[in-house]
């Protein structure tokens, strides 16, 4: 039985994995079939697992996956397999990297008659995305726990209390670049923090619907201006939809090829070491490799104005 149920899994993984023959895989499981993720405990169907797999393979399109081996004793049984694949489409969010990533997981079976009736999986499809080194935050979006009661001043806030808190914080202004085959990218952010000085860290917080953030995304190095008091028509520029935004600006590269804007307080180039996927946004994780300083003022923002830095009162 072993020979001829591992057979089976072999020919129906390699038409449904391989080459998207989906429907293949009906023929190994029970009607009321159901798979469950070990790590999160979410259960999907056999239709919802083959809707996974055209999706991985929409970002994956030469995906190979090779059952490696599958150990049956009695009414359980286990599969190990490996796949390989190359990110050339868009995934969960992700813009294409172009990277190959491999990726092994375990599968452990509970059959009846023959069949699969529940598939228990140690490996879901985030994980080809953490082989990309690219990781959900997951903790930060978390449901709150149903059987906790809580007032009303708990849970989630309103939209408008959060933008009025955010305005509230005062930030400088960054311009966070690029370069993509030769063309300079940019976009004005202010979500930047240090996140360490030994080893020098960085992070930037970056909206995925920006024209920059494909480009961004598949870089391996990024440069972040700190814009000066001189610098308000940059701000303009950058925050508007300016089809070349460097075309009037004066700016030199990084070490590395990133665009550094000419006049800023402060500039930097840092490899791109983590990205953390937020949501609507993506998380930057960077180690910094050069920097440079000028005695010019910084730009500061607070509640959708900006001022000059020279002119705070010390408190």
């Known amino acids: ?29 029970t009607p009321d079939y159901v798979r469950v993720s070990k790590g999160s405990g979410k259960a999907s169907s056999l239709t919802q697992h083959q809707n996974e797999i055209l999706a991985i393979r929409e970002g994956f399109p030469d995906l190979v996956t090779t059952v490696d081996a599958v150990v049956v004793n009695g009414e359980t049984a286990a599969i190990f397999w490996t796949s390989t694949g190359t990110h050339t489409a868009p995934f969960m969010g992700v813009p294409p990297t172009g990277r190959q990533v491999q990726t092994r997981g375990s599968n452990f079976l509970t059959m009846e008659n023959g069949r699969i009736k529940q598939e228990t999986v140690t490996w879901d499809s985030s994980e080809l995305l953490a082989s990309l080194g690219i990781r959900h935050l997951g ?11 809580v007032d009303s001043l708990a849970g989630e806030p309103d939209l408008e209390i959060m933008k009025t808190f955010n305005r509230q914080f005062v930030t400088g202004i960054t311009v966070v670049t690029t370069n993509e085959n030769g063309v300079p990218k940019g ?40 814009l000066s008091n001189q610098q308000k028509d940059t701000v303009s520029t950058f925050a508007s939809k300016s089809a070349d935004k460097f075309a009037d600006l004066d700016w030199h590269t990084g070490p590395n090829g990133s665009p550094l804007i000419d006049g800023s307080s402060a500039a930097l180039e840092a490899e791109i070491r ?23 003022a910084p730009m500061v923002y607070q509640a959708g104005r900006f001022f000059d830095s020279e002119g705070l009162s010390q408190l």
């Open 1 to 29: 039985m072993q020979q001829t149920f591992e057979n089976a899994v072999a020919n129906a993984w390699e038409a449904a994995w391989d080459r998207g023959e989906v429907e293949a895989l009906a023929a190994l499981v």
């Open 139 to 149: 903790d930060a979006m978390a449901p709150a726990d149903p059987g906790v009661v």
């Open 187 to 226: 976009l004005a952010v202010n979500a930047y923090a240090s996140v360490s000085l030994e080893p020098p860290l960085v992070m930037v917080c970056i909206q995925k619907t920006s024209s920059t953030y494909p480009a961004l995304f598949a870089s391996s190095h990024l440069g972040i201006n700190i």
């Open 274 to 296: 983590e990205r953390f996927q937020a949501k609507t946004h993506t998380i930057f994780i960077c180690r910094v490799r050069h920097a440079e300083v000028s005695e010019t």
